[in-house]
């Protein structure tokens, strides 16, 4: 199937028509979630010989990007499970069968999320300031609070990982396993009230002894940056699919730009239409070379991904930026499309004022730009001298 066949037109229309009433009532997108649900887009990761789409991450990158030309906060929090199951698909094309079971649940209609942000954790995946206190029989025991917990009304496992202080002989251990719903000792609180992406409700998520029995814990790693498969397969999936979202919202805002022109008259140039006034095609042109440089970046990491293509160290740099790219291209688009489109964008209502809102998220998702710009620096040039 193609992204075409996958999120037909109108499908696609019946998402966007809904996107501005789920921002504007700060509402959970349960309408979109279920019709996507129904058409299969939950599984795109799935092998199809357990049903799903057997796509891979470039086929899954540009079906988000269409998603997200209609509604960006659903593509955002869709983006949570496709992350995990693209986890694990990337794992499995590798020869790592530890994440086979999320592809057999996600097959059974399991609804994956991620916690695993946490406020003022800087080091992201490499430490956590989450508690995970071994039990006895191989269980762990987690305490801590994960902020920006996107399907927070709809997931059925959630995807968390703390330390384990004492682990690897008191150097302290990582540890990563899945909740389900029904798991006691977490709590989600109902603060999302955002500037954008409202719909996905992306609550934090108190764990208060949260237990993650051993046949759930899924991987146990170094505290650090680590060589582990799996450091590798969150940021290849997060990154991408993150950077496809954006690169999704940047496309629909030239769309709604350039129509906004050619409809928009001069009043001091006798009614002839803004399509004819030399500084508005010259911020056009701008905002479309900015997004034409961007599609291919897209495709080829993804792409590449895909083909086991062995970047080395390289890997990371190439990912990181890839997601800043995105972001902030979609950031500068958003902003000349609103440029050329006169005072009617700044109402409420108005599509491009919600995809302003909604581009600045970006730059909040990991790796942001000062963590970007180091690990990129590092990769060419090496790590600052002590």
Known sequence: ????????????????????????????????????????????????????????????????????????????????????????????????????????????????AFGNSEAGNDSVLFDSRTTAMPLPGGGYSFTGTKIFTSLSPAWTRLGIFGKDPDGRDGEGELVHGFITRETPGYRIVDDWDTLGMRASQSNTTILDGATVPPERIFRRIPVGPSRDPLIFAIFACFETLLAAVYTGLGERALAVGVDTVKRRTSFKNNGRSYAQDPDIRWKVAAAAMAMDSLYPQLASVAAEVDGLVDHGPQWFPKLVGLKVNATETARRVVDLAIRVSGGSSYFRGSELERLYRDVLAGMFHPSDDESAHNTVANAWLGPLEG
């Open 1 to 112: 199937m193609t992204p075409e066949e996958v999120l037909p037109h109108a499908l696609l229309e019946q998402i966007r028509g809904r996107a501005a009433g789920y921002d504007r009532e700060n509402a959970f997108f349960h309408e979109d979630l279920a019709e996507l649900v129904e058409a299969g887009y939950l599984k795109m990761f799935v092998p199809a010989d357990d049903g799903g789409l057997g796509f891979g991450l470039e086929a899954a990158a540009q079906c988000q990007r269409r998603l997200a030309t209609a509604a960006p906060a659903t593509a955002l929090a869709v983006n949570m499970h496709l992350v995990w199951t693209g986890v694990a698909h990337v794992l499995k094309a590798r020869g790592d069968s530890s994440l086979d079971f999320v592809l057999k649940e996600a097959a059974k209609g399991e609804i994956f």
